[in-house]
């Protein structure tokens, strides 16, 4: 029975993995970055306001990102008038216009090594949200959320996200794994405290963006499939030991059962019984083994 019950759950968790495996690779097929390819920049709506394709915009932005410094803990006075900047142009244009626009399958090294010279410039990235958090209002009013997000190419290494126009029913808060598509402008290299930081530590420092995030609910469908391979796991290995605890039982109960005395034989009426026969009747049963001295007084 142990054998036949390692069997059938061995099969049992294959198929759990092979229905996980199933689930997790449908919904990559339906992940952000496998949406269909943006219209071009002409086939896109026009801003609603400047942005960085007005020349005098590009300009006053320009001078203005040069005071800007890199790896500090808070932006300081002077770097929020071009924060504000690139959250106005993120805000007078589409996700897919932005998208359209931005440099793709950009290394993580290439702003976070040499930001002074691509302080504005327009990105974009397949990311995996790991944190957000509301960052409230800017200057103008506009609601902004902030993520730590990573790609592919950066390894462990986060990227600060500011989102304009944060997507509804996206979940905010720690320990996150949302995939989505960013595009936004490249503003410095943020300075931040780690959670796991040792005092005296330097702070770890990470590439600050402003731009939109394109996430559709149907990512969060291999969590849940996630879950229920957990749930069906755990009733596979607490079906294990109750039949495991089953067949124990029942072997013991076998094992005492045939260990039993015979009956002590009677004479017949009127009869005597042979010695050898009462002597043979007394003698230890093959299961018993050992030494019975002492059970026959």
Known sequence: ????????????ISRLREQGTAARLADADQTPAKAQSPLT??????PTGPTDEDPDEADLAKDELRGLSDGTLTLGPEEMIPYNRLVSWVKSQSFARLWARGEKNLAYTYLYDDAPRNRGKLVALDVEI?????AKRNDAGVHLY???ATTKRSGNHLYDLIIVDFPTKMPVGAFIRERARFAGYFFKVQGFESGVAQPGRAAEKA?????????KPAAASSQTGDWQEWNWGAAALAFLVLALSASFVLWKWKRGKAAVRRDILTPPSGGVIPVEAWLDQ???TPYEGGNQEGNNE
């Open 130 to 134: 790991r944190l957000v958090h509301d």
């Open 282 to 284: 007394c003698a230890p």
């Open 146 to 148: 902030e993520a730590s």
């Open 41 to 46: 920049v002409a086939q896109l709506p026009k």
């Open 207 to 215: 590439p600050l963006l402003i731009g939109r995030l394109d996430w």
């Open 1 to 12: 029975m142990g054998i036949t019950t390692l069997v059938v759950l061995f099969l049992l």
